[in-house]
């Protein structure tokens, strides 16, 4: 389990958080985004070393990136001077890596943060890779794409579910239990707002021009990637749901290693990638 999850890792913090901080107009971030590699290649680094004095400082290396991420957050709020619900979804994707920033410096220096052990801080990394930044980003966008109440919803859900969960670290089962109950509904509503787009010829949050008067609507990889992207989020949620019913009553249900298989890594490439991937795609033609 410990390879498959660093390389998923390595995809978060070499791809995932780059490609993605192109997608959040800011000027402020136009830093952020051409330094990353220094602070990222060190923390993909400090993932394949034994835990060690060096692993913990190429570690804190990467926390020290996402710590400097995290403080745009509050610098973007009193710029916008907005709390709608599209603007809280970003600047959650902002915050969180701060949080798998902080967890990977504790696992590679073999310390217990906060009584969590260190598999569940080894998990802690990609989690709010995914599950925080990515997720977060990709309702954000999809918001915008959508002035309905759905879209407000998966924008709200998602960054509120991100936090239950993190709580329930702290409180119990039960309580994380209803934090992937929220997450699972956000990020089900951003599958739904998607394919809708897909259908419609909408632009996933970069423009309301439809793809039919588009040379887009000619681009089938952009659909595809799109489309897979809502479909495997039926699958992934539905074994988070899974496993946190079976953590919280005890019935049967995914172990760690086959999550970390299915819910991880679906959720990294199926949806995490193909996302980004597509909406770089759908920026790089936008009007």
Same mark, same amino acid.
């Given at each position: 389990?410990?390879?498959?999850?660093?390389?998923?890792?390595?995809?978060?913090?070499?791809?995932?958080?780059?490609?993605?901080?192109?997608?959040?107009?800011?000027?402020?971030?136009?830093?952020?985004?051409?330094?990353?590699?220094?602070?990222?290649?060190?923390?993909?680094?400090?993932?394949?070393?034994?835990?060690?004095?060096?692993?913990?400082?190429?570690?804190?290396?990467?926390?020290?990136?996402?710590?400097?991420?995290?403080?745009?957050?509050?610098?973007?709020?009193?710029?916008?001077?907005?709390?709608?619900?599209?603007?809280?979804?970003?600047?959650?994707?902002?915050?969180?890596?701060?949080?798998?920033?902080?967890?990977?410096?504790?696992?590679?220096?073999?310390?217990? &943060?906060?009584?969590?052990?260190?598999?569940?801080?080894?998990?802690?990394?990609?989690?709010?890779?995914?599950?925080?930044?990515?997720?977060?980003?990709?309702?954000?966008?999809?918001?915008?794409?959508?002035?309905?109440?759905?879209?407000?919803?998966?924008?709200?859900?998602?960054?509120?579910?991100?936090?239950?969960?993190?709580?329930?670290?702290?409180? =119990?089962?039960?309580?994380?239990?209803?934090?992937?109950?929220?997450?699972?509904?956000?990020?089900?509503?951003?599958?739904?707002?998607?394919?809708? =787009?897909?259908?419609?010829?909408?632009?996933?949050?970069?423009?309301?021009?439809? @793809?039919?008067?588009?040379?887009?609507?000619? =681009?089938?990889?952009?659909?595809?990637?799109?489309?897979?992207?809502?479909?495997?989020?039926?699958?992934?949620?539905?074994?988070?749901?899974?496993?946190?019913?079976?953590?919280?009553?005890?019935?049967?249900?995914?172990?760690?290693?086959?999550?970390?298989?299915?819910?991880? @890594?679906?959720?990294?490439?199926?949806?995490?990638?193909?996302?980004?991937?597509?909406?770089?795609? &759908?920026?790089?033609?936008?009007?």
């Amino acid at each position: 389990m410990s390879v498959l999850v660093s390389l998923i890792v390595m995809l978060g913090m070499l791809v995932i958080v780059p490609a993605g901080l192109r997608l959040i107009d800011a000027a402020g971030l136009a830093a952020i985004r051409r330094t990353w590699p220094l602070f990222a290649v060190p923390g993909a680094v400090a993932l394949w070393l034994p835990r060690s004095a060096t692993a913990t400082v190429l570690a804190a290396v990467y926390a020290l990136g996402t710590l400097v991420l995290a403080a745009q957050a509050p610098r973007r709020l009193a710029r916008t001077r907005s709390l709608a619900p599209a603007e809280i979804a970003v600047l959650t994707a902002l915050v969180t890596p701060s949080v798998a920033g902080v967890a990977l410096v504790a696992e590679r220096s073999g310390q217990e &943060l906060f009584g969590f052990s260190l598999p569940i801080l080894a998990l802690t990394v990609p989690h709010f890779h995914f599950a925080g930044f990515a997720a977060a980003l990709v309702a954000g966008l999809v918001c915008r794409a959508s002035a309905g109440p759905t879209g407000r919803f998966a924008a709200l859900s998602v960054p509120l579910g991100t936090l239950l969960v993190l709580a329930g670290y702290f409180l =119990d089962d039960w309580a994380e239990l209803l934090g992937a109950l929220v997450l699972t509904a956000g990020m089900w509503a951003v599958a739904l707002l998607t394919w809708r =787009d897909i259908r419609t010829g909408g632009r996933g949050g970069l423009t309301r021009n439809p @793809l039919t008067r588009d040379p887009l609507t000619r =681009d089938r990889l952009t659909r595809g990637l799109l489309a897979v992207s809502a479909a495997v989020l039926v699958v992934t949620m539905l074994l988070a749901l899974s496993w946190a019913l079976g953590e919280a009553t005890g019935l049967p249900h995914p172990t760690l290693t086959w999550m970390a298989a299915t819910h991880g @890594l679906g959720n990294a490439l199926g949806f995490a990638l193909c996302s980004v991937l597509a909406r770089q795609r &759908l920026k790089e033609t936008a009007p």
